[in-house]
């Protein structure tokens, strides 16, 4: 199974930007998506926006389309979240997962990066 690793999280202010990473490792298949979500404490686990490995068509959540792009690297096997104008509701633990295409839900969830925005 694959093993997922977010990174670049961080502080920033409302109107900034930051980029997410979440390496990937283990077995991959081409008929697979890549999702990032994000979860504040209390409350349920969200999805913000997935991307199609093989074929990168992407899809978003209305609360980030127009602000944040997701797209992937396939020399490091990695996926990104663009992060733009945000918000200071977009605080949140961000993690990212992986699905089987037409088979299973998002799983195989990695630690999460911490972002937050301040006023």
């Known amino acids: 199974q694959v093993q997922l690793v977010e990174s670049g999280g961080g502080l920033v202010q409302a109107g900034g930007s930051l980029r997410l990473s979440c390496a990937a490792s283990?077995?991959?298949?081409?008929?697979?998506?890549m999702g990032w979500f994000r979860q504040v404490p209390g409350k349920e686990r969200e999805f913000v926006a997935g991307i199609i490995w093989s074929t990168r068509s992407t899809s978003y959540a209305d609360s980030a389309k127009g602000r944040f792009i997701i797209s992937r690297d396939n020399v490091e096997n990695t996926v990104y979240l663009q992060m733009n104008s945000l918000k200071p509701e977009d605080t949140a633990a961000y993690y990212c997962?992986?699905?089987?295409?037409?088979?299973?839900?998002?799983?195989?969830w990695g630690q999460g990066t911490q972002v937050t925005v301040s006023s």
């Open positions: 283990g077995r991959t298949f081409s008929a697979y998506a």
């Open positions: 997962g992986v699905k089987v295409l037409y088979y299973s839900a998002y799983g195989s």
